[in-house]
């Protein structure tokens, strides 16, 4: 593994921390929120067999019922625990309207055998 700057360890503990903070709240407005949008994730995922974006699963997830959070970054939250799960692969990326057009990461299910 590479060598971490101290920055880079920084950002890394903004980022982490931003992530819970979000997911909290959202836990807060909603009890049990987490859990429903991982949900909501694992099937967009075991649908979709082109590569997506987070911007497109929440945007789906929205619009088939998920409460949408006041913070959409609850869900950067949600995202990494299907990764750490290994329901998801981050495969590439595209560029996002939420982000003015800036890159992030596209995802598929993790195929299991």
Same mark, same amino acid.
């Given at each position: 593994?590479?060598?971490?700057?101290?920055?880079?360890?920084?950002?890394?503990?903004?980022?982490? $921390?931003?992530?819970? @903070?979000?997911?909290?709240? &959202? +836990?807060? /407005?909603? *009890?049990?929120?987490? #859990?429903?949008? =991982? !949900?909501?994730?694992?099937?967009? $995922?075991?649908?979709? @067999?082109?590569?997506?974006? &987070? +911007?497109? /699963?929440? *945007?789906?997830?929205? #619009?088939?019922? =998920? !409460?949408?959070?006041?913070?959409?970054?609850?869900?950067?939250g949600?995202?990494?625990? &299907?990764i750490?799960?290994?329901?998801?692969?981050?495969?590439?990326?595209? !560029?996002?309207?939420?982000?003015?057009?800036?890159?992030?990461?596209?995802?598929?299910?993790?195929?299991?055998?």
């Amino acid at each position: 593994m590479a060598h971490r700057t101290e920055n880079e360890l920084d950002a890394e503990m903004r980022r982490d $921390a931003g992530m819970r @903070s979000s997911s909290d709240h &959202a +836990e807060r /407005m909603q *009890q049990g929120w987490a #859990d429903h949008a =991982l !949900r909501y994730l694992a099937l967009f $995922a075991a649908f979709n @067999s082109e590569p997506w974006t &987070a +911007e497109e /699963m929440r *945007q789906w997830a929205h #619009d088939t019922g =998920l !409460r949408k959070p006041d913070d959409l970054r609850a869900w950067g939250g949600v995202v990494a625990r &299907a990764i750490n799960a290994g329901t998801i692969t981050r495969v590439g990326y595209d !560029r996002t309207n939420s982000s003015n057009r800036s890159f992030k990461p596209q995802y598929i299910e993790t195929k299991r055998t």
